[in-house]
């Protein structure tokens, strides 16, 4: 853990997370409440603050339901922000050219373990 560059973390579990699938997890800074989400495409893990760049709202309207139609994109089900999976780059909607805040993890074992930002924007 020592290259992440932060003190706290979060641990989501990698067993039984399957491909296109998504796994959400819960943190506090500086005494308030967001949320994370991690997902798997083709083996690699991206986990990403769970606020869309359009407005402050979780991408998936807290039913952990992520992707657009087909699966190959990561939506925002309030006004349709479409971002890459890998990247987080938004490609269409309303906040084409920003994207998601990445979150620095490392693999340990059957865990991630994801550093937890000092800061939110």
Do not use: W
Not at 12 to 19: E, G, I, N, P, R
Not at 31 to 38: E, L
Not at 66 to 83: I, K, P, W
Request: hydrophobic share 35%.
């Amino acid at each position: 853990m020592s290259s992440l560059e932060s003190n706290r973390f979060v641990l989501v579990s990698t067993k039984k997370f399957a491909d296109l699938t998504t796994r959400t997890f819960s943190f506090k800074v500086r005494g308030k409440t967001y949320q994370g989400f991690v997902v798997r495409k083709k083996g690699t893990y991206f986990p990403y603050l769970n606020r869309c760049r359009h407005l402050p709202v979780t991408l998936d309207l807290e039913d952990n339901q992520f992707f657009n139609h087909d699966q190959s994109a990561l939506q925002c089900h309030m006004h349709g922000a479409v971002y890459e999976i890998e990247t987080g780059l938004c490609v269409g909607g309303p906040c084409v050219g920003a994207s998601l805040r990445a979150l620095s993890f490392e693999e340990e074992g059957d865990q991630l373990v994801i550093a937890i930002p000092d800061e939110i924007e």
